[in-house]
């Protein structure tokens, strides 16, 4: 069963980068049959993709956060990363890994975190 | 970016009730259209993709149609465990986006 986890701080301070871990397990990161990605969930809204990565290092990323974002990936922990610098208030939100397909072109997120919940406050 | 907008934003039905959602993108996405159910403080659950296609493991009675624009999710027979909140998805470009989502309350 592929299971995801995200990890890292609950709490940033304003103009801090907000860094975040999610572990796969039950799926090797490598097989490159999938993206991994992001997405975000502000309290009470929708949810928006932020990018993702493939086992290869190739990115994407919304260009609406694009100039903040960098999504990296270690292979040999099975883990794939997110950075995101000089973070407002407005980037407070529940935070998801995903796996989305790769191999069929269908672009559906079919495993996520459990989701983590990052607020930035002073 | 592809602009998904979803209609209605919420329902009231009943247990057994025959429902449907509906999502319009702003252009055409072919059939790169998936379909997640969302309860309160879990995570986005596929239901359906590839605008038709079964998640493995979804029960028979979601179902899921259309092609360009215009999409439908429908739930054959509303079930307790069915009162959530559904999104839209659109997998034709980048940046990927989400309708607004439709919350299907008890009524």
């Known amino acids: 069963q592929v299971q995801l986890q995200e990890s890292g701080p609950g709490l940033v301070k304003p103009t801090q980068t907000l860094s975040l871990t999610c572990t796969v397990s039950g799926d090797s990161i490598s097989s490159g049959s999938y993206y991994w990605s992001w997405l975000r969930q502000p309290a009470g809204k929708g949810l928006e993709w932020i990018g993702r990565?493939?086992?290869?290092?190739?990115?994407n990323y919304n260009p609406s956060l694009k100039s903040r974002v960098t999504i990296s990936v270690d292979t040999s922990k099975n883990q794939f990363s997110l950075k995101l610098s000089s973070v407002t208030a407005a980037d407070t939100a529940v935070y998801y890994c995903a796996r989305e397909s790769y191999y069929d072109s269908s672009g559906r997120h079919d495993y996520w975190g459990q989701g983590t919940l990052v607020t930035v406050s002073s | 970016d592809i602009q998904m907008t979803q209609s209605p934003s919420s329902l009231s039905a009943s247990v057994g009730d025959r429902v449907t959602i509906t999502c319009r993108a702003s252009q055409s996405i072919s059939s790169y259209l998936n379909w997640y159910q969302q309860k309160p403080g879990k995570a986005p659950k596929l239901l359906i993709y590839a605008a038709s296609s079964l998640q493995s493991g979804v029960p028979s009675r979601f179902s899921g149609s259309g092609s360009g624009t215009d999409f439908t999710l429908a739930i054959s027979s509303l079930q307790p465990e069915d009162f959530a909140t559904y999104y839209c998805q659109q997998s034709f470009s980048n940046p990927r986006t989400f309708g607004g989502g439709t919350k299907v309350e008890i009524k």
């Open positions: 990565i493939h086992s290869s290092g190739g990115t």
